[in-house]
Structures are given as structure tokens and as C-alpha cells.
């Protein structure tokens, strides 16, 4: 039996994974339960499967939460509740489904108390991969990739030569506006963006496959999950999200997994690993059915934020912080309707554009830096 903790558990990979969880009692038990504020979907989760501990973003959510609870969890608020509920001795394993850079500091924690990780806030290894890579060493913890790509490539290097490996070939479905050339996605609105051609998905990672930066951060997550230079991490687009991901050998032998788009078969890979189970809760992939598989090449003019994210990848440093903690706030920005859909890269590359880079930096400084750039982003949207 498997002890869970699952972190924004309310979300599109908290919700998938607690039909995992419900689907395999036998294998799975939710032992605790964070979410931020979303009470309504909380709810019947929380009295389904009746986890012992519960974390929520703060006070009013906390009190509010209380008064509905037909049983007596441990209930607490805030970021050192989320920092406990991922370390606590009845715990065996952590889903990370928290959204942003936010899940940094329980990632920590859930390694230093050596629990095992299935991760899918790629943020957090955006803004502190070499912070997160080397504790998780250091602790001998495995990160188990969530994100599809990322599991596909994990599946594609079981029993594989690190050394071999001459090149990472992550697909991207390309998104909202893949048909869009640059001059159509004046005007786009929030409504369209959000309309993804094959993945149901929370708002912020949809808002990233329209823009491409969803990629990019996926390219990053790729280098600190598998340790592989930014040289040999690939982009291509694939309309149908069939191949999840590939990987090339010395030999020119291409490992590709493939499947139905749908989460919950990586989140259970994760949750599982290293074994397999049953998976009935959607269609299997049938190739004849699909018919054709379209590729294409990646364009950086097209798309730069995934231009900037290799930039901020290779210089490393400070950078992919700026990176992530500006598009989390155009994203917010946008999503509110406050600057349009191409103000979100322009944004991002001015933060990038006027850093002075700091190597190595540590977690204090990643903290504060993160604070300052989401400041400065709202700032110059709002002073206009
Ligand atoms: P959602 O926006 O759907 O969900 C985010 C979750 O995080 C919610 O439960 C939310 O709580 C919670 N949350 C947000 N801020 C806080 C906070 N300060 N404290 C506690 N909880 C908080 O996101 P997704 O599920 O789409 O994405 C989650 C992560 O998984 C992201 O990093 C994303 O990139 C990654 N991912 C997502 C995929 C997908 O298909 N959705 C695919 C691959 C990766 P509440 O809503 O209750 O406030
Ligand atoms: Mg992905």
C-alpha cells in the first residue's frame, strides 16, 4: 500500500490522480490533501477518501472548510503546513500537482524527508533545477516525471546507457493557435487561448502550449530530470499528441511511447512505478482508427518564448528564474484581461532583456528573485 500526499489536489492533475487513487485501493491510500481555496472541488474528495491530513492556501479557506467537515482531520493553512504534510512519517510518496514555482519549497522538504516524488510542477525545476537535482541526489530520491512528455522519456530510457543517448526529442501539439501565423494572434482573445486541440488542462499550462513557453519549460525540465545538455534536446511539432515523446541512441535507434492523450495514464505510471497496472479509464490507442501521424518543424520566430526558455537554459544562472517568474505573472495578467496575448512574451523577454545574470544562485536569492520580477512585471503593466 501506497501512503499519498497530494499537493493541488483541486487542480486538472489533482483531480486525474484521485481517480487513480479511487480506481486502485488496494495499491493507493490518500493519506494527506492540499489544495488552495477551491473548496467546492475539495470537498467531495475529502469526504470520499477521508485523508487523515489537510492543507489549504489560508485562514478564510481553513475556517470555511471546517465547519463542512463531517469527520475530524488534522486541518492547517499555509506554506509551513504544506511543507509538513509532505514530510510526515506516514507518508510514502508525494504528487507534486501544485501550479508554479510556488511547489519549490515543499519539493525540498519532501526530499530531504526522502519520500518518493511523482512530479508534475515543472516550475519548480524551472526556477531551482540545480538546487532540486542536488538535494534529490545528494538524498537519493527519484523524481518520477507526471508531465507526458517527460514519462514517455523515462519509459524510453528504462534499462538504457546514459551515454548513449545522442538526442531527447520532446513533441509539442503546438496548441490554441498552431495555424496562426504571427500576424493572426493580434487581437486573440483569453477564450480562444484556452481552447487546447487535444489536452483538457488547467488554465496557466494551457495559456503556455498556446504561447510555446509550456515547451520550453518542458525543454528545461528535460535537462535537470534526464541530465542531458540543451544541445541534445529537440522540439518538433506533432498535431496529434499521439507520441508522447522520443529519444535517439548513438546507434540512430528512435524510442518513441506513445498513447491516448490522457493524463491519468502518466500520473498512474508514476504512481505505480516501477510497476504496471490496469488502465481502463478511457479508449486505448488504436493506430488504424488515428490513421496518420503529422510532424513538422519547431519555428523559434513563431514562437519565442520557447527560443527564450532555451536562452535562459543554457545561460543558466539566475535567468530561468526570470524566465518562470515573469511568465507566471503575464500569464496571471492575462488571464485577467489586463494585457493581450503577445504583451506575455514581450514582458518576459524585457525581465530577461535588463537581468544581470547571478551563477549559481541560492535558495534565498531564488526566493527574492522570484518576488522582484513578478513585482516589476505588475508594476510596468500597471503604471501604464
Ligand atoms: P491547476 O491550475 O488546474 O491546479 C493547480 C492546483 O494548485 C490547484 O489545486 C490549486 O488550488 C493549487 N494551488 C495553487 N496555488 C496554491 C498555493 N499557493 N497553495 C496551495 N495550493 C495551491 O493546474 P494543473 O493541474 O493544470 O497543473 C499543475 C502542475 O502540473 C503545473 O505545474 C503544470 O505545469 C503541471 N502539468 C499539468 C498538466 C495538465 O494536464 N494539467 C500536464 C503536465 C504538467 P485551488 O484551485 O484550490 O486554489
Ligand atoms: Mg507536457
Given at each position: ?8 489536489g483541486?487542480?486538472?492533475i489533482?483531480l486525474?490522480?484521485v481517480?487513480?487513487?479511487k480506481?486502485?485501493?488496494e ?6 490533501f492540499a489544495?488552495g ?9 475529502i469526504?470520499?477518501?477521508k485523508p ?7 485562514r ?7 465547519n463542512k ?18 514530510s510526515?512519517?506516514?507518508i ?11 511547489g519549490?519549497?515543499p519539493t ?11 512530479f ?6 524551472v ?5 532540486v ?5 545528494e ?7 507526471v ?9 524510453c530510457?528504462?534499462g538504457?546507457?546514459h551515454?548513449?543517448?545522442k538526442?531527447?526529442?520532446l513533441?509539442?501539439?503546438?496548441g ?7 500576424d493572426?494572434?493580434i487581437?486573440v ?6 481552447k487546447?486541440p487535444?489536452?483538457s ?5 494551457t ?10 519549460l518542458?525543454v528545461i ?9 540543451y544541445?541534445?534536446?529537440d522540439?518538433i ?16 535507434s528512435?524510442?518513441?511511447q ?5 493524463m ?6 508514476a504512481l ?5 497496472s ?10 488504424v482508427?488515428?490513421?496518420?501521424l503529422?510532424?513538422?518543424?519547431m519555428s523559434?520566430?513563431?514562437f ?11 545561460m543558466?544562472g539566475s535567468?530561468?528564474?526570470?524566465l518562470?517568474a515573469?511568465?507566471e ?9 489586463k494585457?493581450?496575448?503577445l ?27 522570484d ?14
Amino acid at each position: 500500500m501506497k501512503r499519498i500526499t497530494l499537493l493541488g489536489g483541486t487542480g486538472s492533475i489533482g483531480l486525474q490522480t484521485v481517480d487513480i487513487i479511487k480506481r486502485h485501493p488496494e495499491q493507493f491510500q490518500l493519506v494527506g490533501f492540499a489544495f488552495g481555496t477551491n473548496i467546492d472541488k475539495a470537498l467531495p474528495v475529502i469526504e470520499n477518501l477521508k485523508p487523515k491530513y489537510i492543507v489549504v492556501q489560508n485562514r478564510e479557506t481553513f475556517t470555511k472548510l471546517n465547519n463542512k467537515l463531517s469527520y475530524s482531520p488534522t486541518i492547517n493553512f499555509g506554506m509551513e503546513a504544506l511543507n509538513e504534510i509532505v514530510s510526515l512519517p506516514d507518508i510514502d510518496l508525494v504528487v507534486n500537482a501544485v501550479l508554479g514555482s510556488v511547489g519549490l519549497q515543499p519539493t525540498l522538504e519532501a526530499i530531504r524527508a526522502k519520500k518518493q516524488i511523482a512530479f508534475a510542477n515543472k516550475e519548480t525545476l524551472v526556477t531551482a533545477g540545480h538546487i532540486v537535482m542536488k538535494e534529490a541526489k545528494e538524498n537519493r530520491v527519484d523524481l518520477l516525471p507526471v508531465d507526458s512528455e517527460h514519462a514517455a522519456i523515462h519509459q524510453c530510457l528504462k534499462g538504457e546507457n546514459h551515454d548513449e543517448i545522442k538526442k531527447i526529442i520532446l513533441t509539442a501539439s503546438g496548441g490554441s493557435f498552431r495555424d496562426k501565423t504571427r500576424d493572426q494572434l493580434i487581437g486573440v482573445t483569453k477564450h480562444d487561448a484556452l481552447k487546447h486541440p487535444n489536452w483538457s488542462m488547467g488554465a496557466k499550462i494551457t495559456i503556455d502550449s498556446a504561447t510555446m513557453m509550456n515547451k520550453g519549460l518542458e525543454v528545461i525540465e528535460a535537462h535537470w530530470l534526464f541530465d542531458t545538455p540543451y544541445d541534445q534536446i529537440d522540439v518538433i511539432l506533432h498535431n496529434e499528441s499521439v507520441i508522447h515523446s522520443m529519444v535517439e541512441f548513438a546507434d540512430q535507434s528512435v524510442m518513441a511511447q506513445l498513447g491516448t492523450p490522457d493524463m491519468r495514464i502518466p500520473i498512474q505510471y508514476a504512481l505505480t512505478y516501477p510497476e504496471r497496472s490496469d488502465f481502463t479509464l478511457s479508449e486505448a490507442l488504436d493506430l488504424v482508427k488515428v490513421g496518420q501521424l503529422n510532424f513538422r518543424e519547431m519555428s523559434f520566430d513563431r514562437f519565442p518564448c520557447l527560443r527564450m526558455a532555451y536562452e535562459a537554459g543554457r545561460m543558466g544562472g539566475s535567468l530561468p528564474t526570470v524566465l518562470n517568474a515573469a511568465n507566471e505573472e503575464a500569464v496571471k495578467l492575462f488571464l485577467q484581461d489586463k494585457i493581450t496575448f503577445l504583451e506575455i512574451e514581450e514582458l518576459i523577454e524585457k525581465e530577461m532583456e535588463t537581468h544581470s545574470v547571478i551563477q549559481d544562485p541560492d535558495l534565498d536569492t531564488i526566493f527574492e528573485l522570484d518576488q522582484e520580477i513578478r513585482k516589476r512585471v505588475s508594476y510596468a503593466v500597471l503604471k501604464r
